[in-house]
């Protein structure tokens, strides 16, 4: 038995500043439960922007022999 290694598709969000943090927490919480992702990294600059990084696995299905 092999074991592989774990490979995610990631994805860039940038959001802008008008949006609340509770509006964002909201956004985030929506991705993971409904999408199945996961925050990596949020980055908020100084004039409000906010760049996230967010990440799932990619699930292979091996072929049948």
């Known amino acids: 038995m092999t074991k592989r290694a774990v ?3 990631i994805e ?3 959001l802008g500043r008008h949006l609340s943090r509770g509006a964002v ?3 985030l ?3 993971a439960e ?3 992702w996961e925050l990596t990294r949020l980055r ?8 996230i990084w967010i990440r799932r696995k ?5 072929a049948s022999v």
């Not at 990619?58 to 091996?62: D, E, K, L, N």
């Open 7 to 9: 490979e995610y598709e």
């Open 12 to 14: 860039k969000v940038r």
């Open 25 to 27: 927490r909201q956004l």
């Open 29 to 31: 919480t929506d991705q």
């Open 34 to 36: 409904y999408g199945g």
């Open 44 to 51: 908020r600059y100084r004039d409000g922007t906010r760049d």
């Open 58 to 62: 990619i699930i292979r299905v091996p």
